[in-house]
C-alpha cells in the first residue's frame, strides 16, 4: 500500500534506541523487595504479571513498555527476581507492573500475598499456548482463588501467549479448552462469580497491544466519559474511527463505540511508529534544543485507498488518530474546531481527576468539580461547569 503523508512541527530533542526515542519510555524497571512494597493505600493501581517459567511474561513487558524489538527478547534470561515497573505517563495510564519469576512460590509464608492482592488493580497470568498448559491452569486456579479471596475487585485476565506459531483453528479450539477448562475449576470451588477474561496473544504482531489496552482501560474511571466524548466528536465530524492514544506504549485508553477493527489499529499504531521516527530524524532544531511531542505536533497520512489518518496532540501523553474518508477531510477545518472542543473538555476531565486525588481543602477555586461537554452538530461547544 503506497502512503503519501505530511507531517507539521514534531520537535524532537532525544536520542534514539532502535526505532523508539530512548528517552521518551517510561524509565528503567527497579527490582522490587516486598518488605519495600508500597502500602496498599498507593493510589496507583498495581498490575501483576504472574505465569510459569518462560511462558514469556517478562518479553510482554519489554515489548510494549520498554520497545525491545520482539526478536531481542529471545536474548532475554529467565526473571529470578521480582521486577517492579512504574508506568507513569499520564493521569489515565498512571500504574505499576510487577513481574513475578514462574519459579518462585509468592504463597510462601514468608511472602506478605494479602499486602500484594489487596492493593492489586489488574492480575495477568500468562499461559504458553504452544507448551502443555495442564500446570498452568493448576498455577492459575490457586493464583486467582486465593487473589479474589483477598480482593474480590481485581480483574483477572488470562494472556493465552505464543499463538503466532498456531493455525487459526489451533488458536480458537486452544482458547475454548482453555476457557472452559478454568471455568470448570472455578465452578468446582463454587468460585462463580469469579471473571476471567481470555486473550490470544503475541510479541510478533499488535495482538499483545490490543489486550493491553482492554486490560488498561478497566483501570481507568474516566474510561465512560472519554468514550462519550469521543462518540460526540467523530458524529459531528465525519469521522469513521477515533482513538486515544498512550503515544509512549501504543496502548488506546478509549476509542468510540463502534467496532475495533485490528487492521484499523495496526494502521494507527504504525502511524505513530512514523511520526516519532520522522520527529527524531527532522524535528531538532539547529541548536539541537526542542520538544519530543508537544501541543502543536500533528500528521496528515493519506493513503491510496481515500483514506486518511490524522494524528493530533491532545495532552503531553496522549494523541487522538482518527479515521476518515478523503471527502470528510476537506472540512478540515470543521474537525480542527470540534477536536479544539474535544481537547478542551479532555484536559478538563483530566483536572477532574487531578482534583480528586487533592487532599481536602487544597482544591484551586477555580477548578470544576463537574465536567459536562457537549459538541452541537454545528460544531459549536455547549460546556456547562456545576
Known sequence: ?????????????YGVADSFPKDFGYGEEEEADIEDSPAPSDSKPRILLMG???????SIQKVVFHKMSPNETLFLESTNKIYKDDISSSSFVNFQIWDFPGQVD?????????????????????IDAQDDYVEALGRLHLTVSRAYRVNPEINFEVFIHKVDGLSDDHKIETQRDIHQRANDDLADASLEKLHLSFYLTSIYDHSIFEAFSKVVQKLIPQLPTLENLLNIFISNSGIEKAFLFDVVSKIYIATDSSPVDMQSYELCCDMIDVVIDVSCIYGLREDGSGSAYDKESMAIIKLNNTTVLYLKEVTKFLALVCILREESFERKGLIDYNFHCFRKAIHEVFEVGVSTQRPLGTQPADSPTRVKAVVALNGTPRNTTA
Open 1 to 13: 500500500m503506497s502512503i503519501q503523508y505530511e507531517v507539521e512541527q514534531l520537535a524532537g530533542s
Open 52 to 58: 510459569l517459567r518462560r511462558s514469556g511474561k517478562s
Open 106 to 126: 509468592f504463597f510462601d509464608p514468608t511472602f506478605d500475598y494479602e499486602m500484594i492482592f489487596r492493593g492489586t488493580g489488574a492480575l495477568i497470568f500468562v
